[in-house]
């Protein structure tokens, strides 16, 4: 698996050599506010440089735990609204996503992930992105808080 990093960050549709001689394409994920990462890997489970397919549910969460290969624990906090008290509670959730090669991840970052199919027993999501990686989007925490 080889990494490459890039001085100026791509745009969907380029296409970059790597040195072991693999042709790579930067895919459009079909998310237009988060920008490719400033890095091409040849990772096939990789969002933007392999063929895993997201969908379109995103997160904006934590990431806690960077022990696993290639995964990390990330933590998801949202606001939950009870009417019979006429406030909110603070509801958390740790869940386990997969960190593609281009991407590098330490614990506190906030990262975006979308949902995939599953990948292993407990990871069906992947990060796509940094906070930094963002334009013009705000995370929609209702989204698992049922
Ligand atoms: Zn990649």
Request: aromatic share 6%; net charge positive.
């Amino acid at each position: 698996m080889t990494t490459v990093k890039l001085q100026a960050r791509p745009k969907p549709g380029d296409t970059f050599t790597l040195p072991n001689g693999k042709r790579v394409e930067v895919r459009d994920i079909g998310v237009p506010y988060v920008l490719p990462p400033a890095a091409v890997c040849d990772d096939p489970l990789c969002p933007w440089h392999g063929h895993l397919k997201i969908r379109l549910k995103l997160l904006e969460v934590t990431v806690e735990k960077v022990r696993m290969h290639k995964a990390a624990v990330v933590t998801h906090e949202w606001v939950h609204y009870i009417r019979k008290y006429n406030r909110y509670e603070r509801r958390r959730r740790r869940m386990r996503v997969r960190v593609p090669e281009c991407i590098e991840v330490k614990p506190g970052d906030k990262v975006i992930i979308a949902e995939t199919r599953p990948l292993s027993k407990t990871i069906s999501w992947v990060v796509i992105g940094k906070k930094e990686d963002v334009t013009e989007w705000t995370a929609k925490h209702e989204v698992l808080g049922t």
